[in-house]
């Protein structure tokens, strides 16, 4: 380590005295401003990750659904993951160290961890449309290159594409081509040879409205389509040439609004879909004729998804383990239909790709999707060889174990994907012949309103049983319990976000008005007991 580079350096990107930051849900984010000495910071910090590791290690500089004026950052562990706990709590100690104890902090990181410097070290780099998304991504090579780094920038890219680099290069290309044509063929090729396996490939010209949240979506999307234009047609809107990212559009704002997004047209029954800011998230949704909305979020996904992969091992004759995981978010009615009707086990973690991921690789099959639209499925490494060798097959068997490992293709199995996930929904959807009306009809979700509500400080709140209890403050848990009762089919929790400074509330009810005045009700009780700021919440 070239100490005295590290120092010098290091002084170029100074930490706003008072600052501190947690490495979060995803990363670390708040107002760019804010983020030069952070950005530096991780570029060390990778460089450490990936000596350690010996793999390639990735870096992004996104805030997705945060507003445009946020922005973050967060590392890509070897297999495509989110970075291991033990490193974020490094990132976490680094990212707050005064300048003077820069040098210590890494020192100690490299010996607890055993880090051999000698090591190569190689870093993959991507950024979103942000206005101050290259300068900080530059701040990051620089912390890369002063601890002698190498470093391939892809300049910008979808959050999940970044995944995908990562886990092509550390595989040494099996998973696919660690560039972007090798990402569009990949899931371009998945798709049409699905699409031709469709018996009646019903509407002739499938096309779907997609609401790119004014964000790098639509850069990829454009990029992309050529690939797969004979399978399916796209219609972009909010592509970033007017307006402002995830302002009054995107996924976070369809889901958590429950509204259309603003700058697109829509006819009613028109299948639409919105990606958030970085394209790691994606809903679904349409009008009907009576106007009204039709939100169609992660649950709805992880339900046809698991269906349809269940038919296909029956078909296949192969029982597998399938299991389908969500977080407290998960609608009430979601959750009874995957147990209750199609007999698949569910299960329950925090909030956090991080988490989910985890909890699925249990499974030969492990489904999982936030519902707000953040998730995938992953395969075992036996279940790709057994379908592999099924599909050489000449039969109806075979027929179907092509199908799964098409599928399987489509996915991208290092993090949820906006792109890949609305690739495999429009295959699914043709293959079984199913309307997006249908689809909805699957179940009906629970009336449910989510709100923020501003705390001092949001880490008084802590959280039990997948956060769906809070510990602290002291009686929170009670009031929220006492308000829950007085409704039918209710439930609420809160929890401290962990990329918005904000306390996120979630109730559900058996209306919507009840929905709303619960989540109000709640909300009032964490800015009375959580030490709330500004504006006491309103009942709408
Ligand atoms: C990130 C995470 C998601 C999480 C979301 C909200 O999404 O990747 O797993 O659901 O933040 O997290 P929180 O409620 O803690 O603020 P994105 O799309 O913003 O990267």
Redesign the pocket.
């Known amino acids: 380590m070239d100490l005295e580079a590290v120092t010098k350096h290091s002084a170029f990107h100074a930490k706003p005295s008072g600052l501190t930051l947690q490495y979060?849900?995803?990363g670390f984010r708040t107002t760019a401003a804010h983020l030069d000495h952070i950005m530096f910071r991780m570029g060390l910090l990778a460089v450490l990750r990936s000596k350690h590791t010996r793999s390639t290690i990735g870096v992004m500089v996104t805030a997705?659904?945060?507003p445009e004026e946020d922005n973050g950052v967060k590392l890509i562990d070897p297999l495509g993951e989110m970075l291991a706990p033990s490193w974020e709590e490094h990132a976490t100690c680094l990212a707050n160290a005064e300048e003077q104890d820069i040098l210590r902090v890494l020192t100690d990181i490299s010996e607890k961890e055993s880090v051999d410097l000698q090591q190569d070290a190689f870093i993959v780099l991507g950024r979103d449309t942000r206005p101050s998304s290259e300068k900080l991504s530059q701040s990051v090579i620089d912390g890369v290159t002063v601890l002698g780094g190498q470093f391939h920038d892809y300049s910008l890219l979808t959050?999940p594409q970044l995944h995908y680099m990562v886990y092509c290069r550390n595989t040494g290309g099996q998973y696919g081509k660690a560039t972007i044509e090798g990402y569009c063929q990949k899931l371009s090729k998945a798709f049409m040879e699905l699409i031709k396996q469709a018996s009646c490939s019903g509407d002739e010209n499938r096309s779907v409205k997609v609401d790119c949240a004014n964000g790098i979506g639509a850069l990829k999307l454009k990029e992309m389509q050529r690939y797969f234009s004979q399978g399916l047609s796209l219609q972009l809107f909010n592509d970033g040439t007017r307006g402002k990212l995830n302002h009054l559009c995107g996924a976070d704002f369809v889901k958590t609004h429950q509204k259309l997004p603003q700058g697109m047209e829509i006819k009613s029954n028109e299948r639409c879909c919105s990606f958030?800011g970085?394209a790691?998230?994606i809903v679904y949704f349409y009008c009907d004729a009576g106007g009204h909305l039709h939100l169609i979020d992660g649950d709805k996904i992880a339900t046809l998804v698991s269906s349809f992969l269940k038919e296909l091992l029956l078909e296949v004759g192969e029982s597998l383990n399938i299991g389908v995981v969500q977080t407290a978010y998960a609608n009430g009615s979601s959750t009874r239909y995957l147990e209750e009707v199609m007999k698949v086990p569910v299960y329950c973690t925090k909030?956090?790709?991080k988490h989910l991921h985890h909890k699925a690789q249990e499974f030969d099959i492990g489904v999982y999707f936030?519902a707000?639209g953040?998730g995938t499925a992953l395969f075992s490494k036996a279940v790709e060889v057994k379908i592999k060798q099924l599909a050489e097959l000449e039969d109806e068997k075979g027929k179907a174990a092509k199908m799964l490992a098409n599928i399987i293709n489509l996915f991208n199995q290092a993090a949820g994907d906006a792109i890949s996930d609305m690739l495999v929904i429009e295959a699914i959807l043709v293959l079984k012949g199913l309307t997006v009306q249908q689809w909805d009809a699957l179940y009906t979700d629970l009336p449910n309103r989510q709100l923020k509500v501003k705390v001092a400080d949001r880490r008084v709140i802590s959280t039990t049983d997948a956060e769906r209890q809070a510990v602290t403050p002291p009686g929170l848990q009670e009031a929220i319990n006492d308000l829950v009762k007085k409704y039918k089919l209710a439930r609420a929790f809160v929890r401290p976000?962990?990329?918005?400074d904000v306390v996120?509330v979630y109730a559900e009810a058996d209306s919507q008005e009840n929905a709303d005045s619960l989540a109000y009700e709640v909300s009032l009780a964490v800015y009375q007991l959580a030490g709330g700021i500004g504006e006491r919440p309103q009942s709408s």
């Open positions: 979060g849900t995803a997705s659904h945060n959050t958030d970085d790691d998230r909030t956090g790709v936030e707000n953040h976000s962990g990329t918005e996120r």
